[in-house]
């Protein structure tokens, strides 16, 4: 998966190494990207940022589920 | 040591040449150019540069220009244009005999990179090929477009390649390519990823330099613009394999697709490709190791640098005599005004 090669530098810029490209991540991506290297299921993820935003699982879940397409659709993960 | 070097133009459409030449400052140049409006003869680069004869007029025509061109002492000559190259090839060991060195693969060598035989030889490197079919008529490119679908790559032997959506646009690239560079041509599936390249060098037994990267912005005709160093190990594992599986000796440029599991080769350029110069400035300095290995110096590998640099090209403009021009316009050859 090469979201686990993606690097994140203090200005929430990713970027892979191997292959040169690079991308720009808001906080709460960057703080999903390092819940799913730590191997954290969609809901975990979900339910995480829904306790620390004060919304909705539900709400979240969507979201999530969105982002995840996201990373898909650039590769990123399979 | 007096070294004469080929393909000066700097335009949107760089040739290797001036990167070749930047690397190699401490050097006397001599520019060989086939066009007096190539921007390179104008940079201050060379002492000297000669206008050449094509090298679709064979080999005495190209013979006779050389030993014109050797009375300036000439000791070597880094060939960097793809149509030039078969003729370099062919012939360097009568090219050695005139005292000019080169650095060059063998015919044998040369031809199993070749566009058209890709599929077997990507087999032996263990990498993917996107499936490709010679076409040398307009009904060759149905049948392709028939077995490989839309979009599709069509591309020229030497030069040029585009996409095309439709079959409209499909005759138009074939004709676009083959009314300027000939046939045959080849239709080729397209494969979504990441292209990634590697320039490298080989001893004809191994990689003995190289440096990956990843174009960040292009031409309009795919050429890079801006580009950013990578190291991707399945590139550089397939560079060194190439080097090593035939024993190419010389400059190459491994053009390569990435999924991001896979690589899929897409062409092997045998001569340095216009970015040489980047790798020069992340210390891995090409051209002079192959002027090293011509001197038959030994040549410590070069196979680490720096990733995340980034390459950037730029405008840049000058005002020289329009004597020069005209001077080689009709006596072919001028004095240049080595500025670097």
């Excluded at chain 1, 919304?55 to 990123?76: C, H, N, P, S």
């Excluded at chain 2, 030993?67 to 000559?77: M, Q, V």
């Excluded at chain 2, 060195?101 to 490197?125: G, H, I, N, Q, V």
């Amino acid at each position: 998966m090469l979201l686990h090669e993606l690097i994140i530098d203090e200005n929430n810029m990713g970027f892979i190494p191997s292959l040169g490209t690079s991308y720009q991540l808001n906080t709460t991506a960057r703080e999903i990207i390092n819940l799913i290297k730590q191997n954290k299921s969609k809901d975990e993820i979900a339910k995480i940022i829904a306790e620390e935003k004060g919304a909705t699982f539900r709400d979240v879940y969507i979201d999530v589920e969105d982002f995840f397409q996201k990373l898909k659709i650039y590769g990123l993960i399979q | 040591m007096k070294i004469a070097l080929s393909g000066l133009n700097n335009t949107d459409n760089p040739a290797p040449g001036i990167g070749v030449a930047k690397s190699l400052k401490g050097f006397d140049l001599i520019g060989l150019s086939y066009d007096v409006n190539e921007p390179g003869i104008y940079q201050g680069l060379f002492e000297k540069v000669y206008l050449m004869p094509y090298p679709t007029l064979g080999y005495e025509e190209f013979k006779n220009r050389i030993l014109e061109i050797k009375k300036d002492n000439i000791d070597a000559i880094i060939p960097n244009l793809d149509a030039e190259l078969p003729l370099y090839i062919k012939y360097q060991d009568e090219i050695e005999k005139l005292g000019i060195k080169t650095y060059l693969p063998s015919l044998k060598c040369f031809e199993m990179r070749d566009k058209s035989k890709l599929a077997k030889f990507s087999e032996k490197l263990g990498v993917k090929h996107p499936k490709t079919l010679e076409i040398t008529s307009i009904d060759d490119l149905i049948k392709a477009t028939k077995e490989l679908g839309f979009p599709i790559m069509v591309k020229g032997n030497y030069y040029k390649a585009y996409k095309a959506n439709n079959l409209d646009e499909a005759i138009e690239c074939y004709y676009k390519i083959s009314n300027e560079w000939g046939f045959p041509l080849l239709a080729q599936e397209v494969i979504s990823g990441i292209e990634i390249n590697y320039v490298g060098l080989g001893d004809g037994e191994k990689l003995v330099g190289g440096v990956g990267m990843k174009k960040l912005t292009t031409t309009e005709l795919g050429k890079v613009w801006s580009a950013v160093s990578i190291k991707n190990e399945a590139l550089f594992q397939a560079s060194k394999k190439f080097v090593e599986t035939i024993g190419w000796r010389g400059a190459f440029e491994f053009e390569a697709m990435s999924d991001g599991k896979d690589i899929y080769l897409i062409e092997i350029n045998p001569r340095f490709p216009a970015w040489v110069y980047f790798a020069t400035s992340l210390g891995v300095n090409l051209p002079q190791m192959m002027v090293d290995l011509m001197n038959s110096k030994e040549v410590k590998p070069a196979l680490d640098y720096p990733d995340e640099k980034m390459y950037v090209r730029y405008v840049e403009e000058t005002t020289v005599d329009f004597k020069d021009f005209m001077q080689l316009l009709s006596k072919k050859e001028i004095q240049g005004e080595k500025n670097v």
